[in-house]
């Protein structure tokens, strides 16, 4: 069983900077591959990014650029760094994970980029 808590949502002005953080409870080395998404109200959850156990990456078209998927599998911990934020952004961000064929939440933090 892994659990994934996710942190470092808030509320930040659009061109803003924010770091969001997602620890497991376990190793994450055993995880294949780890994720971002978000959902905004009223929108489907979408991908944002995500990083294989060697550090591929992979990034929504909406964020190239601008967002930076990392994994310190020492830490247990996957992060999301954003920068130049825009109001689209604003959206409820969720950690994903897959070891084997289960695949792991958390909980989702806020983010909200305010114009």
């Known amino acids: 069983q892994v659990q994934l808590v996710e942190s470092g949502g808030g509320l930040v002005q659009a061109g803003g900077s924010l770091r969001l953080s997602c620890a497991a409870s376990?190793?994450?080395?055993?995880?294949?591959?780890m994720a971002w998404y978000r959902q905004a109200p009223g929108k489907e959850r979408e991908l944002v990014a995500r990083i294989s156990s060697s550090g591929l990456t992979n990034y929504a078209d909406s964020v190239k650029g601008r967002f930076t998927i990392s994994r310190d599998n020492a830490k247990s911990t996957v992060y999301l760094q954003m920068n130049s934020l825009k109001a689209e952004d604003t959206a409820v961000y969720y950690c994903w994970g897959i070891r084997g064929l289960v695949a792991y939440w958390g909980q989702g933090t806020q983010v909200t980029v305010s114009s």
């Open positions: 376990g190793t994450i080395s055993s995880i294949n591959t």
